[in-house]
């Protein structure tokens, strides 16, 4: 088997998506211009799948990257894996193609190799990606997801995309989807917060019982943004456990944490803007955890969610309500 496909997993729809992704999210505090550094860093190092979102508003900076890594000879545009995603406010149908559109618009691309739901919870279309009323509740939308979900298969068809598929979907949402009448393509992936903390065994078994991709977010715990987190939230790099198998090793607590969801057949972010991090968070592929590792990261798992979403937790179709 060759190498490109060695550390790729077979997606449903027969294309390949590399297991250990480069997550470009950033906060609001960080100068856009980091996105496009930490890019070119990323793919020197060997990263190979790029994980943006219109919604994080640096994918000009992220696809000049990708762009400049092409011109320089160091990728081919066929070596690279770029997913993006569908934001809560284009769930409409009509708006679905326009938003992709607009993504490779700004990524100066011809197409993109995953397009992904963000979130299942739709919002008031206009440009304001977090549109709220004056009490300052966000402004939901009803959207059949079904019908989202057609307008992204036109989107493979015209060959803007070349897989689709969903992120933070529980199992009903995405049974929804696979019971659609006239299905023309599975979800490929379900992107999802997942970690020693979280570890989703329940949806990754349900996933893989339906051949789509677990890809895992917030894989080293998270950034710590309080938008999104409470600031006591626990720091997972910091675990006991993690550091001791870490320390058996010779590596550090992150890399420990990324192999695990690699060795459990999950796809998995690894976000860092930092050099050295960067460069250590690929050093995954050369060492292994053994099933004793595995099975004692395994009982770190206290269903904790660091992203717990509750902006849209009135939403009717809000994932988190159930178990899985």
């Not at 700004?106 to 977090?130: S, W």
């Not at 059949?144 to 493979?156: F, G, N, Q, V």
Request: charged share 30%; proline share 5%.
């Amino acid at each position: 088997m060759d190498l490109k496909h060695s550390r790729s997993v077979k997606l449903n729809d027969g294309h390949f998506m590399p297991v250990l992704a480069f997550g470009t999210l950033a906060s609001d505090d960080v100068p856009k211009s980091k996105a496009a550094e930490a890019t070119k860093m990323a793919i020197d190092v060997g990263f190979r799948h790029i994980d943006a979102a219109y919604v994080y508003q640096n994918e000009k900076e992220v696809g000049q990257a990708i762009r400049d890594k092409i011109a320089d000879g160091t990728v081919k545009r066929e070596d690279i894996f770029y997913t993006t995603k569908l934001w809560a406010t284009f769930l409409r149908p009509e708006l679905v193609r326009p938003a992709l559109e607009r993504s490779l618009k700004n990524l100066q691309l011809d197409y993109v190799d995953l397009f992904i739901i963000h979130i299942p919870t739709a919002m008031k279309p206009g440009e304001d990606l977090m549109p709220m009323d004056a009490s300052g509740k966000l402004i939901f939308d009803t959207v059949d997801l079904r019908e989202t979900w057609e307008a992204l298969e036109k989107c493979k068809d015209a060959g803007l995309t070349k897989s689709i598929g969903v992120s933070n979907f529980n199992h009903k949402l995405l049974e929804m989807i696979l019971n659609k009448p006239g299905l023309k393509y599975k979800p490929v992936c379900n992107q999802v917060e997942c970690h020693p903390y979280l570890n989703q065994s329940k949806l990754l078994e349900f996933c893989k019982s339906k051949d789509i991709v677990l890809v895992a977010y917030s894989a080293l715990g998270s950034q710590r943004d309080a938008n999104w987190m409470e600031k006591d939230s626990p720091i997972l790099l910091e675990d006991r456990i993690l550091n001791a198998i870490a320390k058996k090793h010779g590596r550090n607590p992150g890399q420990v944490a990324l192999r695990y969801q690699v060795q459990r057949g999950v796809v998995v972010l690894a976000k860092s803007f930092n050099e050295k991090r960067i460069k250590e968070n690929f050093q995954i592929f050369d060492f292994e955890l053994t099933p004793e590792d595995m099975k004692a990261i395994d009982g770190l798992n206290r269903n904790f969610r660091f992203i717990k979403l509750l902006f849209f937790a009135d939403h009717p179709d809000f994932p988190l309500r159930d178990q899985y």
